[in-house]
């Protein structure tokens, strides 16, 4: 979705209304599926994924037309089907009631909570990662026992088509469910009455789903992005630090909402560190025209943008480094870039990236990079290169952020036993994982009295000996 949600119906709002009851019937006759059932849900789509894997990387290289290989096997299959493994494995403890502790002056009676599925889910996936970030929420929501309907983003068809006939092969339409279309359908989807509805995609598309979502009273969880900073510490070595770095930055071409956007680096070391993250691309990245490894911008309108952040920048009085400016360009390959002198008028530093672009900006102590940082918007990710312990705990005990990767990056999101989520403008709300179980069930409190009801001893009328002596033992 690229545009503003209106409230005026468009000719698919009958469509997928009748999917939407179709999905709410179907839940209302089987409420609580047993984890056998969920399990074997699970165990199907990851069978089917494995089956069908060299289409979906087929179908993504043909949307990026160019999309290597082995990041779709990285970045998309095997986060999908560890996530999936994750669950099968774990659910029947997911689902156990929690038992919960009972007040003295509350007793006798027990406490526990239920996780229930909440009914139907939907999913808006963005395009960058057009199969992990549909199948990685698909996972939490029918490990969850929910009925889910999925829209695809309108930017990649090639891969819209093979996981729709995947999904369709292995799900009920009334169990799973996918929806393709245009911008207008996109915001006929947001404004149906969902039990829950996840969106992944910009901050500013975020805020119109959740205006839509408003509307249903339809809680939303939001993954969206924001400017993700890395930290080079002073004694850190930078060939480490530049070629961790440089993997996050140059995966899918930067196409990924917790690449890192920005890095702080010491002033003295601002130099070093430049060259050291040239070599380290170049080694990843022997070259760019023609290279397999490395997956092109998604289309011209993000080409486009990213060609005019730094055509501002430029303006503006940024140094911007080509790292293959001695190769010609070929597609939509955009080489990677190093900016330095950048400020914060320029578009590059005011926007996320989401390419592969890099600003470089000095500091002169640590406290100043973190002043820096906890200045701007929280971002969904952060980054620190050192090892002092003590910086570390500084580090993560000042700042705000989704997540955060210490001497590494991006590779916490493929942790499954760890929550994945944004905080203010970069989301809210988490999945994967447990989490992902948990904000697609409701926790009911349950508390259970039986044929003994000592609570009837502060029944009125007040001002019992017994009542007082109540208030003595426990309001004090």
């Not at 027990?110 to 549909?134: D, K």
């Not at 993954?223 to 961790?244: M, N, Y």
């Not at 640590?366 to 200045?375: G, M, R, S, T, V």
């Amino acid at each position: 979705m690229t545009s503003t949600l209106s409230s005026s119906p468009v000719s698919s709002d009958l469509a997928l209304e009748a999917t939407f009851a179709l999905q709410r019937q179907a839940f209302a006759g089987h409420p609580m599926p047993p984890a056998a059932q969920r399990r074997q849900w699970l165990k199907s789509l990851r069978e089917a994924l494995l089956a069908d894997q060299e289409a979906l990387v087929a179908a993504t290289d043909e949307d990026f037309s160019g999309r290597s290989r082995d990041e779709t096997l990285i970045a998309e299959l095997l986060p999908s089907i560890q996530g999936l493994r994750h669950a099968e494995r774990h659910l029947q403890r997911w689902m156990r009631p929690s038992r919960r502790r009972v007040g003295l002056a509350f007793q006798p009676a027990s406490a526990q909570v239920l996780y229930q599925p909440l009914g139907v889910v939907g999913i808006i996936v963005p395009w960058n990662y057009p199969l992990f970030l549909a199948i990685g929420p698909l996972t939490g929501a029918l490990a969850a026992g929910n009925r889910v309907m999925l829209k695809l983003s309108e930017a990649t068809p090639a891969t819209n088509r093979v996981l729709k006939a995947l999904l369709e092969r292995v799900f009920p339409e009334d169990l799973v469910s996918v929806v393709l279309g245009e911008v207008a359908v996109g915001q006929a989807f947001s404004r149906l009455p969902f039990d829950h509805l996840l969106f992944t995609g910009a901050t500013g598309i975020g805020r119109q789903v959740m205006l839509a979502a408003a509307h249903n009273l339809t809680p939303v969880t939001l993954e969206l992005g924001g400017k993700s900073p890395a930290i080079v510490s002073a004694d850190v070595p930078l060939d480490t630090a530049a070629e961790r770095i440089a993997f996050g930055k140059t995966l899918n071409a930067g196409q990924t909402c917790v690449a890192p956007d920005y890095v702080l680096v010491p002033r003295p070391r601002l130099d070093a560190f430049a060259d050291a993250y040239r070599r380290a691309v170049r080694r990843l990245y022997p070259r760019i025209t023609d290279n397999p490894d490395y997956s092109a911008i998604i289309n011209p309108r993000q080409l486009e943008r990213l060609e005019h952040l730094l055509a501002d920048a430029r303006e503006q009085g940024a140094e911007v480094l080509d790292l293959y400016d001695d190769e010609p360009r070929q597609g939509r390959r955009l080489p990677p870039h190093l900016l330095t002198a950048v400020t914060d008028h320029m578009q590059v530093m005011q926007q996320e990236i989401f390419g592969p672009l890099l600003p470089l900006v000095p500091y002169d102590r640590l406290d100043d990079a973190l002043a820096y940082i906890n200045q701007r918007p929280r971002p969904l990710a952060l980054y620190y290169f050192g090892y002092d312990r003590g910086e570390q705990a500084r580090v993560l005990r000042d700042t705000h952020s989704g997540g955060v990767c210490l001497n590494d990056t991006l590779l916490h999101v493929a942790q499954d036993d760890l929550p994945f989520g944004g905080i203010g403008p970069s989301g809210m709300g988490h999945y994967h994982g447990q989490e992902g179980f948990q904000t697609f069930s409701k926790a009911k409190a349950v508390l259970a009295k039986q044929r003994l009801n000592a609570a009837r001893l502060i029944y009125p009328p007040y001002g019992k000996a017994l009542q007082r002596l109540v208030y003595k033992l426990f309001i004090r």
